[in-house]
């Protein structure tokens, strides 16, 4: 599976005097078997890396198998945008979007709890990479707020500091 970079859409893309010179950001998700396609959009383009997402999440929260993959999403992915010639800047870094949990959900649950919206919990994703530090959800201890806190500072950090363009969530800088 691949994205057809010879669709009538990215040519009309290139044509146009106007949206062939602004900088275009993928979400590279579609549904079905092949749908993740980061990596494989034109080089005009930067994509929302997910596998940087999941690294970066699973890297702090104290995964083995994370570290060695976490220095390549660190320093910009080349794996996924190295053969196209493309730059860091391709990758779009970050650990929070508009789907899944905000960053003070990701470092207070291990499990989703979205019973309340009539749903019965099965909408959302159920596989967030997330540590609640030791209590789930809401809590008054001391030592699992400070390392709730310090956790939101270690991923904020990273995005921030990782080659490639951070994203942040809004309202995640607030904690």
Known sequence: YAVDRLSAFFDLVQQD???????????????GEGGYQVGNFPAQWSEWNGRYRDTIRDFWRGEPAALAEFGSRFTGSSDLYQADTR??????????????????????????HNEANGEGNRDGESHNRSWNCGVEGPTDDAAVLALRRRQRRNLVATVLLSQGVPMLLGGDELG
């Open 17 to 31: 005097p106007v949206v062939s010179a602004v900088k275009l950001i993928a979400e590279p998700w579609d549904i």
């Open 87 to 112: 730059r860091p800047t391709a990758s779009i870094n970050f650990v929070t979007a508009h789907d899944g949990f905000t960053l003070t959900d990701l470092v207070s649950y291990n499990d989703k």
